[in-house]
């Protein structure tokens, strides 16, 4: 992830950035930060960037040349297979909130534009710039202290940035619950106690304080946030009574990565705004699921490119409704258990060679061509490069050699398992799924993935370590390109 700011301040700009966990995080190139100064490309000897406004008013106005100049000098050096956004720093923009940050951290490049004095010449905005963005209803002198805010918020959903792999989900605004309150040394300050229950070890009941404590927060300080999370919990209660089949919607759920599109009685469509995909299900048997789709607007209707069905009934009329096609079906797996299953004879946690010389580590992207290879369920390079970019695929290598990998897909489920051929019938898929069910619990999360019907291999794999199966189908539905 690069971070260009392109500013008449550049050094009020990386002074800010280049601090603590940002700074830390450029410096061993999990990130990369810029400034680019604005003046540098004034065609002006005394470097002006600004004039009088046309139809006057007050102040100066900055012209539309150097700012397109800067910008090209960026696009320049950004690959053309990265993705990129340009966002002009404006009180005019769309509120930056916790998931358009998660949203922006999937790009490859953020260009920043900082306006200053009375703004920026129109023409070049509408010329460069993707997203309009405001930190708040308010003015500042410029636009550094918004972009650098947001340079924060984004860099720190990047793998790698943050040392605590959980810190990133368990901070404000995860499952739309405000942080818990902390606490540290002395146990007695000025009087006030810590809460016993903190220091009981008992992991069980500090975790149940801690949800108790985020909601009453949540619901005394931000009630608009706390009615999001009621909803989603309401939700999650009707789903429950069929967990096997709605394990990736109560896991959207419970992982803070869902939120609701609408609702009608039981009938319940959600989406995971990291992987863009929609979950439908219909358990209202008297009620026309097709209400649900029909309440939503022209825009909405468009924006869905994946949707997952959890019934068969409403698939055709869908197809139609939308312009989808069915991809294929899946049955569930899911692994109840809070224990992590025994790794004995399969791999060693200190991240040792077995006798056999196997262990399992991240993938880089040295990996990706072996991968697309030799993974036979799916011809898509970037997305598996994302996921590589992620920190979420893992290789069971043999003295030095990739034989094998696995991973999380965008929406949170266990997948993209492959054995290379020559290394079949050594226990090294039932290696590397173990090794995901432990790293995922590890996370506090619920193991899940979604076995296409037919594949037996991966069927018997999954009963050999304990996971249940659904008894029903869901269905995944995706827009052809051309209706995209």
């Known amino acids: 992830m690069n971070f260009h700011i392109l500013t008449l301040f550049p050094e009020m700009v990386m002074q800010g950035l280049m601090t603590s966990i940002t700074g830390r995080a450029a410096e061993q190139n999990y990130i990369g930060i810029e400034a680019v100064n604005i003046r540098d490309f004034s065609q002006n000897k005394h470097k002006k960037v600004d004039d009088y406004p046309y139809g006057g008013g007050a102040g100066m106005l900055m012209q539309a040349q150097p700012v397109f100049d800067a910008c090209q000098s960026v696009f320049d050096r950004i690959p053309e297979n990265h993705r990129k956004r340009v966002i002009y720093v404006t009180p005019q923009g769309t509120p930056f909130n916790q998931d358009m940050a998660a949203e922006l951290a999937e790009n490859d490049d953020l260009v920043f534009l900082c306006g200053h004095y009375e703004g920026i010449d129109e023409r070049v905005l509408e010329e460069v710039v993707t997203d309009y963005v405001s930190i708040g209803d308010y003015v500042l002198t410029g636009g550094e202290l918004a972009a650098m805010v947001m340079v924060d918020a984004v860099a720190r959903l990047v793998p790698g940035v943050l040392n605590n792999e959980m810190s990133a989900e368990t901070e404000s605004f995860h499952q739309d619950l405000l942080e818990y309150p902390q606490y540290s040394r002395p146990e007695i300050w000025h009087e006030k106690s810590v809460p016993k229950v903190l220091l009981s070890g008992n992991q069980k009941e500090i975790d149940a304080w801690r949800l108790q404590a ?6 005394d300080r931000r009630p608009d946030l706390y009615k999001r999370y009621e909803e989603l919990q309401e939700c999650k209660d009707i789903l429950m009574k069929q967990k096997l089949l709605h394990i990736d919607m109560i896991e959207a759920i419970n992982r803070g990565r869902a939120k609701l599109v609408a ?16 979950y439908f299900t219909a358990l ?12 939503l607007s022209e825009k909405k209707r468009e924006d869905i490119d994946l949707l997952v069905l959890h019934q068969e009934q409403p698939v055709d009329d869908l197809s139609d409704f939308l312009g989808m096609n069915l991809l294929f079906g899946c049955r569930q797996v899911v692994y109840t258990r809070r224990e992590q299953l025994p790794i004995s004879g399969l791999y060693r946690g200190d991240g040792q ?3 056999q010389g196997l262990v399992i580590r991240p993938l880089t992207f040295a990996h990706l061509k072996t991968v ?7 011809d898509d390079a970037v997305y598996i490069k994302n996921r590589i970019a992620s920190g979420e695929m893992f290789g069971a290598f043999v003295d030095g050699q990739l034989a094998g990998f696995i991973g999380t897909h965008e929406e949170g489920s266990i997948g993209l398992l492959e054995v290379l051929p020559e290394y079949r019938g050594r226990k090294i898929g039932k290696a590397l799924e173990t090794y995901m069910i432990n790293y995922s619990l590890r996370l506090g999360h619920i193991p899940y993935g979604q076995v296409i019907e037919g594949n037996d291999r991966s069927m018997k794999l999954q009963e050999s370590l304990g996971l249940y199966t659904s008894k029903s189908t869901v269905y995944w539905m995706e827009k052809p390109e051309e209706n995209n």
């Open 284 to 295: 209202d048997e008297t009620a026309d699921p097709m209400e649900v789709f029909r309440g």
């Open 263 to 278: 609702r009608e009685g039981a009938n319940i469509l959600l989406m995971e705004p990291k992987s863009h995909v929609y």
């Open 372 to 378: 697309c290879d030799h993974y036979e369920h799916m």
């Open 353 to 355: 060679p077995t006798e």
């Open 214 to 219: 985020s909601i009453g927060r949540t619901k």
